[in-house]
C-alpha cells in the first residue's frame, strides 16, 4: 500500500527543505555542507563545524521540541543548536529569508564573538 499523497508531499518538501538549506551554506562560507535527508537520525545537515543543524518545514511551530531536538545532536559542549524554519510561501529563493532559531544564551554569545556588546563580568577579569 503506497503512502498518503499529503505525507509524501510533506516528506518531499522536507528533503527538498534540508537539501536547500545545505546549498544555501555551502555557498556562504561551508563548502562541505551536506544534507543529510529527512528522516535520518542525528543532524539534518552536516560540514557545518561547531552547529548543530536541524532543519523544519511544518506548518505548526514547535521550537521547544526543536531547539532540544538539535541540542541532542551537539557533539561537544560547545557546540551550537540552531533549528532552520521553512515558513509556509516561502520557496527556496528565499532561502536567506528564513528564520534561525537558537537559544537566548548562545545568540547572546554569538554577538559577543563578534564584537557587539560589553564584555561579561567573566570576560572582563579573564
Known amino acids: 500500500m503506497g503512502e ?11 528533503h527538498e527543505t534540508e537539501a536547500v538549506v545545505a ?11 551536506k544534507p543529510v535527508g529527512a ?3 542525528g543532524r ?15 506548518r ?6 526543536w ?8 557533539e561537544t559542549a560547545g557546540e551550537l543548536a540552531a533549528v ?3 515558513p509556509d510561501g516561502m520557496g527556496p529563493a528565499s532561502a536567506g529569508s528564513w528564520p534561525v532559531i537558537m537559544r537566548l544564551e548562545d545568540w547572546v554569545r554569538l554577538l559577543h564573538v563578534a564584537g557587539y556588546g560589553e564584555p561579561e563580568e ?5
Open 4 to 14: 498518503a499523497p499529503g505525507r509524501y508531499r510533506s516528506r518531499q518538501r522536507a
Open 23 to 33: 546549498r544555501y551554506l555551502a555557498e556562504h562560507g561551508w563548502p562541505y555542507a
Open 39 to 41: 528522516g535520518k537520525g
Open 44 to 58: 539534518d545537515v552536516t560540514g557545518v563545524p561547531g552547529v548543530a543543524v536541524e532543519v523544519k518545514s511544518q
Open 60 to 65: 505548526h511551530l514547535r521550537l521547544l521540541s
Open 67 to 74: 531547539l532540544r531536538q538539535a541540542a541532542s545532536h551537539r
Open 84 to 86: 532552520v524554519e521553512r
Open 122 to 126: 567573566e570576560e572582563a577579569s579573564g
